[in-house]
């Protein structure tokens, strides 16, 4: 039925209206119904509307009306705008100003709207359980505007929210229009409404505040929530006990800049895709593990960029790493069960094996990674081991080989299982890294973990898993169980991706960026700070591991650096016990290299002001500069980039 509403509202917008559900519609309306609907419809809506424009249905292609419902269908379908320059005959800016005259109007209006409210104009439903009734002695069009206004000042409707034309809410409400009509001009005379021409009417700037639980009455009392909190689980007992918002500022941290993602090549490959309807029909039984050429895409690449011995029948996909993560928590893992990590290690592995009832054990990293020998020495036995073996996080060592075919043993004599977390191993500076436990793994004890999170986040945070083959059949079931089924388009699209390339040469254009930043920074810190910093000597991915020598709080560092334009992030959300204080993660990927110096200066002013002994240290490096400091850097024949600093 939404599809047949879609094609006649595609034939009424250009004047021939005609099926079953031929009437007027308006483009509020049509709005509401695609507001109703699931993102997979209104893609499959989407289509609807490009085979019914290339079929040559319609009177005229290029009507601003047709114009003005794509990009409605456009924006609630969370498609990228740049789908009506590509896909639309004549409907982009290479097609010259939009010219015409009532359909015109209202798609530039439409435009005028998003621009100013970020947003199609559409309204919030009025509640079926109103309170309009014509049994009581108030006239009924003071009670629409009163239940309106109740609507606007508890915040539910939003400034730039439209209303429901005076028809529908006719319609709605059982009155007449005249009734409706009268509602509306008593509010907007009270500055609650605002008509547009060509949108309808919406609410005023000024008049709506914030929506807020207290405003929808749902503040309760200690009392009510301690006992709504006695019907959680186990489970969710265990999650209160970790600390709140822990995973949403990891996630902050950890982003490629917006500047430097493949967002052209992703369009190109996700456009191919959401133009082909016929991706969405199922012929066969679908597979837990994912899209199949997309398993054979990343085993492929997996075994180039990483080593991995692996097969496509041995890769799963899943929407995030953490889904992972969980999976292999519930799966194998019991309440009491002992799970080594690394400390400091990455918080999301902790969350994920404590909030299922695991003991988790901390084992000591140093510069050669996971101290192998203080498993040796844990009285109980351990199930799982999780390291990160590329990178370790946030200390950026390596696993050396020595400690490799150590841990590997010991899994052996254990009969313990190791999560290898390729978390953050997309990027390296000038140093090769051994092969991976999976692949040096000989009998079947490792599960190898990656991620898109480094590389293509927000535009793919798809996470892998590499299941050893005994393994193979519970993780399918399991995962069967809790996601039968990543995004189809973006499976399809990042196949793609990966077949033609386009990944491997957005590494290695990204890689040289970020190595000039890293430079730059590195430069930067040092010479500035001098003895007043200790900077970890392994660095990879995006960010390294920085350790001040100062008195002041983590908290004041942490805001100097904000003001300065600088991003750190203190480590001790990494550490499960005695977290060390003025030691930083330092991203430097979204910083520019002709920036760098200055960001540092800046935060080191500030430093200096809120620090005296600091301050009698930075007068000391500021009078042995004579001048400004440039970094050029040159390639040497080998390929790797050395600095060449010059004082002005």
Known sequence: MLLAYCRCGIQWFCGRPSGKYARAVTTQEYSVRLRSVAVSTRVLMLCQL?????????????????????????????????????????????????????????????????????????????????????????????????????????????????????????????????????????????????????????????????????????????????????????????????????????????????????????????????????????????????????????????????????????????????????????????????????????????????????????VGVDQDGLLVDELRHIPTSIKLVHVTSYRQDPTGAVLSVTRRHTLLDWARSASALILEDDFDGDYRYGELLPNPLQSLDQDGRVLFLSTFWKTLFPISPLGVLVVPLDLIDIVRRAKNAVESLPPAVEQRALTDFLQEGWLERHILRAQRTYNRRRQALIYALTVLFKTDVIIAKRSAGMHFLVKFTTALPDEQLADCAATAGLSLASTRQYYVDHPQSSEFLVTFASLPEEAAYGCVQRFAELMKSLEPEFGCRWDAVENSLEGPVEISFKRVSSGRLVDCISGG
């Open 50 to 362: 490009r085979s019914t424009w290339s079929s040559h249905q319609m009177i005229s292609p290029s009507s601003n009306a047709v114009r003005e419902l794509v990009v409605v269908t456009l924006i609630h379908a969370r498609v990228v705008p740049c789908l009506t320059k590509l896909h639309f005959p004549r409907m982009g800016r290479q097609h010259g100003p939009i010219r015409g005259n009532g359909s015109a109007k209202r798609f530039a209006l439409l435009r005028g709207h998003m621009a100013r409210f970020g947003s199609p104009p559409y309204f919030m439903p009025m509640n079926q359980h109103h309170s309009i009734h014509s049994g009581t002695q108030s006239p009924l069009y003071q009670q629409i505007a009163t239940e309106i206004k109740q609507w606007i000042e508890s915040g539910r409707l939003k400034a730039g929210d439209a209303v429901p034309s005076t028809r529908h809410m006719a319609d709605l409400l059982g009155v007449a229009r005249r009734t409706v009509m009268r509602g509306y001009e008593l509010l907007i005379s009270q500055g609650y409404l605002k008509p547009i021409s060509g949108i309808g009417t919406v609410v005023s700037h000024g008049v709506s505040r914030e929506l807020t639980a207290s405003s929808l009455g749902h503040v309760l009392d200690s009392a009510t929530r301690s006992d709504l909190r006695g019907v959680l689980s186990e489970y969710g007992r265990r999650l209160l006990q970790f600390e709140p918002g822990m995973q949403a500022r990891l996630n902050s941290q950890g982003g490629p800049p917006s500047e430097m993602l493949p967002v052209r090549a992703w369009r190109q490959v996700l456009l191919r895709h959401f133009n082909d309807a016929s991706q969405y029909t199922c012929d066969g039984p679908l597979d837990s593990f994912g899209y199949l050429p997309l398993r054979e895409a990343l085993a492929n690449y997996l075994r180039r960029a990483r080593a991995v011995k692996c097969t496509a029948e041995q890769v799963a996909v899943f929407s995030t790493s953490q889904h992972a993560l969980d999976l292999i928590a519930r799966l194998f893992l019991n309440v009491g069960d002992q799970v080594a990590v690394e400390n400091p290690g990455f918080p999301a592995a902790r969350l994920a094996f404590g909030s299922y009832g695991a003991e988790v054990r901390p």
